[in-house]
Each structure stands twice: as C-alpha cells, then as structure tokens.
C-alpha cells in the first residue's frame, strides 16, 4: 500500500487471475457453459466491454476537478503513486499532482467493468448476468462523467467490487489453494476501500453479510461456505476494520458521523429515494429511466422466485448507502450525483437480473410486448451515453470552471515567481494545488504561493515585507473567493480590493461567467447568474 505503482501492478494482476479463475470455473466443474469455447467466448465480450467503456471514458468524460474541495483533498491512491519511489524511477519528469490524481481516478475507472464482473459472477452466480453488470456499468452516464475527475467515489467501486470477488473466492472456491491465495489477498484491498473513504466502513457489515448469500440469481449452485472459511474471513475483515477502517473514519469525520446520526438523516433519505432530481439513478438528466425498471423489474423476479435473501441484500446494500450519504444533501444535483456512484453497484446487479428476467420472459411467451419492452430497454441503454452527453460533459459551473482555467494558466507564470491570492478560513489557495509536483523522490511547488484570510493580513508578515519590497516576480490572483466573499452590490471582496490598492497591478489574464454554483461552501453572496471573474494579474516593475 505504500507505493501506489506496485500496488496499482498488484491491483490488476489480482484482478486478472481471478478473471482468469471465474472464466475457467465453469470448465472445471463440466457444465455445458462452462466448456473451453464458452469460456472464451466470454472472455472476449468483457474485452469488448472494457473497451467500449475506456472508448467511452476518453472521448466523453470531462478533465476536471468535479469533487468538494478539490485544492485540499488528495485521493488515497493517487497520493501513493504521487510519493511513491518507483515512480520516479518511471517517470523522471515532473510529476504534477493534479495530473496524478486524474489520472489515477481513470485507471480505476476503466477496471471498473471487469472488477463488477466478478463480483456479480461470484453473488448473482450467474455468467450472463455479470456480463450485463459489466456492460452496464461500461455505458452508464453517471460513472462516465466522473472517469477523470478527483472523484473518489470512482475508486470505491472498483476497490470494493474487487474486495467482494476475494471474499467469495475465498469462501466458495472449490480448489483450497485458490481459496487460501484469495483469502491472503484480501486483507489490502479491503484496506484500500476503506482509505479512499471512511464511509466505506460500511462495506464490512456487508462482506459479513454476504457469506451466508448462498443463493444467486440463476440456477447455478453456489458451493456452500464451510464454518471455518467464515470464521478466518470474518477474522479478516473484523481485523482490517478494527486496524484501518475505524481509526480512518473516528479520526478525521467523528463530527460528521455523530451529527448524521439522528431522524434528520432518514428524513432526508426517505426524500432523496423518490426524488426525480436530488436521487441520481432517478433522474432522467443523468440515469437512462429504463435501468430504474429494469431494477425493479430485477427486484420483483428475485422476490417472486424466492431468491429474498439476496434481494435483502442487495436493496439493504443501496438503502444503506444511499442513508448515509442523506447526512449532506447538496443543493446542486451535479454535486449529489457524486455520492450516489455509491449506489451503482447494487443498482446495475438489480438491472442485470431485471434484463435477463424480461428476455426469458421474452423467450418463453414470445410475445410481443416483452419483445419490445426488451428492445426499448436494451435501446435506451446502450445509447445512454450520446442521450445523456449533456450530463456527462457539464462543467458550466463556477467551480469547475475555475479548476480547469487555473490549470490552464500553469506555463504562463514563470517558474519561480511568487503569487498571492486571498483564501478565507477553511478555502485552500487555487495555486498552491496547481503549481504542485513531484521530481527526484521529493514534493515540489512551481512557485511562492502566499494565501491571505482578509485585509488585516496585508498588514503584518510575510505580506507586510513583500508589499513593502516586491520580488521581481509577483502575480495576483483574484478567484472565485474575491467574487463570492463580498458585500453585496460591491465589485470584489474587501480583502481583495485592498491587495489590488496596494500594487500597480496588470490583467494578463480573465475568465468570466454568469454565476452557477457546484459547491454551497463557495457560494457566498453569489446569486444565479450574477457576473462573475476570475483574473491573474502581475505586479509592474516589481510593484
């Protein structure tokens, strides 16, 4: 865990022999299914899926910081890749930590058919099921706008998904080498999904869980889970909790974990779970109706087949995820859309039962209103990704507006200089983040950046010195705090119009827009479609 590209090696090295092992399983155990040719056949159309779905992530997902806080939060994984030696051994230039962390967020994200193949293969113990999974999540809108952003929640799925396939490997696989290889894998991944996310804590009621699902979605078998298999599992999973999942969540969101622990919460919850606007797989802007039926339809063939106690599992899973999150409902959906990847997991599983429930459906009666409800479904769905292109490459906010043009900026202030720019309590300076990279095994910065909280700080050091006497490169930057944080009717903040006052200052640069707010926190007297700009100046002649 401590070298972000070994752990990345390992990642998808785990990944590919328990692929190879699923795709073999039903060869071993003489099925028809399971014959050589079928496993091929397979292992060719989830090729074409991940690739349809790293196709997809290329051309459509926005390069962006789309996540709260993105000046301040580092991802788990990219801040391993980012420290870790072996990449400066790979990558002698510099290494630029926004470019890590996106870069990181697509990597994972292009795995994340393939890691939801297992883990559907595993539970639904159903080959075309999880082949449906997979497929759905290659071309759902919602996981591809977020591919190359800062967005955990991407890292989550495919974590967790892996992390559920080696919990069922371990417990189901009929070969004890294979167990006990799945069973020691376990333990870091496990760790990882918990680090991308304290909330992820959640997951280990869940793998408890999951090993008395002895049913699936077909009329496949599941092996059944021995006694003392559980017993080291739940070890596992009770040890690496109680060693990285809970001091991860007490030490940095107690607050946040006591305060969302009232009726509030599952009020907001229950409201979130019919809303057409603030429930992401809901919302026809951003999730193809058709999987919301499908879903449904996936539910009710589990009930009426008698398969309850994995449909217990698997609307308990998205209920509980979906409670938790209900702690914070922010008021832009584009912003609640990001919590709610939480909930694609459990919601594509439903769907794909729901798919192949309406195409035996199909099958059997050969009637045609299943035929065609099956030819909308299927129609819908593979096209989600050109009818939801709207959502997906929506970055008109202020927000994500100012991370992409300050980014843009990074090779025209030279290297070396020094910028100031005004960052209240609790906002991280723009450039700070920006200008920062690693080279030779050490963290480094592109510039001085001189973050200031308001005007009294214009008046004592380092700012005091440096107005006093000004290096012979110093820039300005007037973001999105300047236009927020300000009286209303004036034209900056206060903090903001005193540092301009103070030097002979030229625009080199400005981005305007009309007000549209992603994040609350960074609204400040900002009302919709209020002017809004954002401007890099320069101090002349050291002044």
């Given amino acids: ?128 099921a999880a082949l449906v999974a997979a497929a759905l999540v290659a071309v759902l809108p919602l996981h591809i706008r977020f591919a190359s952003s800062d967005v955990v929640f991407v890292a989550s799925i495919t974590l967790s998904s892996l992390t559920f396939a080696l919990l069922h490997s371990a417990a189901r696989e009929r070969s004890a080498r294979a167990s006990l290889a799945s069973l020691l894998l376990l333990a870091p991944p496990l760790a990882l999904t918990f680090l991308v996310r304290p909330l992820n804590i959640l997951f280990a009621p869940l793998l408890v869980a999951a090993l008395w699902i002895d049913e699936g979605s077909g009329s496949e078998a599941k092996p059944p889970v021995g006694r003392r298999r559980k017993l080291a599992l ?76 994995l449909l217990l599992f698997l609307g308990g899973w998205l209920l509980l995820f979906l409670a938790a999150h209900a702690y914070v409902v922010p008021r832009d959906p584009l912003m609640q859309a990001r919590y709610h990847l939480h909930l694609v997991v459990p919601f594509v599983l439903l769907a794909s039962v729901g798919g192949l429930a309406l195409l035996d459906l199909a099958r059997a009666r050969g009637r045609w209103p299943a035929q065609a409800a099956l030819a909308i479904a299927g129609l819908s769905v593979a096209a989600a990704p050109a009818i939801h292109a709207a959502f997906i490459a929506d970055v008109d906010r202020n927000e994500i507006t100012e991370w992409r043009w300050v980014h843009d900026l990074r090779e025209t202030i030279p290297a070396g200089c020094t910028i100031v720019e005004y960052a209240p309590e609790g906002i991280s300076p723009r450039f700070a983040r920006v200008g920062a990279y690693a080279e030779s095994l050490a963290a480094r910065a592109r510039w001085r950046v001189i973050p200031y909280r308001d005007a009294a700080a214009l008046e004592a050091p380092p700012l005091r010195d440096l107005l006093r006497a000004p290096p012979a490169c110093l820039y300005v930057y007037e973001g999105l705090p300047c236009a927020a944080f300000k009286p209303r009717g004036a034209a900056i903040a206060p903090a903001c119009a005193a540092l301009r006052d103070a030097l002979d200052l030229e625009e080199l640069g400005r981005e305007e827009r009309r007000s549209r707010s992603y994040d609350e926190n960074l609204t400040g007297t900002l009302e919709p479609g209020d002017p809004v700009v954002y401007r890099l100046l320069r101090a002349r002649d050291g002044r």
């Fill in 1 to 128: 865990l401590r070298d972000g590209v070994r752990g990345a090696l390992a990642l998808v090295a785990t990944l590919l022999a328990l692929l190879a092992r699923a795709l073999r399983g039903r060869e071993e155990s003489g099925s028809g299914s399971g014959s050589a040719r079928a496993r091929i056949v397979d292992a060719g159309i989830l090729a074409g899926i991940v690739a349809v779905g790293v196709a997809l992530r290329q051309l459509l997902a926005p390069v962006a910081g789309l996540t709260a806080w993105p000046y301040a939060r580092i991802p788990w994984p990219a801040q391993r890749v980012y420290e870790g030696p072996l990449v400066a051994l790979l990558h002698p230039e510099p290494l630029w930590l926004s470019e890590t962390i996106v870069s990181a967020t697509f990597a994972l994200a292009v795995l994340a058919p393939a890691a939801v193949f297992l883990h559907a293969r595993y539970l639904l113990a159903e080959r075309r």
């Fill in 234 to 309: 739940i070890a596992v999973v009770v040890a690496v909790t109680l060693g990285v999942g809970i001091p991860a969540l007490v030490g940095g969101y107690a607050t946040q974990v006591r305060d969302g622990l009232d009726l509030a919460t599952l009020g907001r919850a229950l409201a979130v779970l019919v809303s057409p606007r603030d429930n992401a797989l809901l919302n026809p802007s951003m999730s193809p109706p058709a999987l919301a039926l499908l879903a449904v339809a996936g539910a009710w063939s589990l009930w009426r087949r008698g398969r309850r106690r």
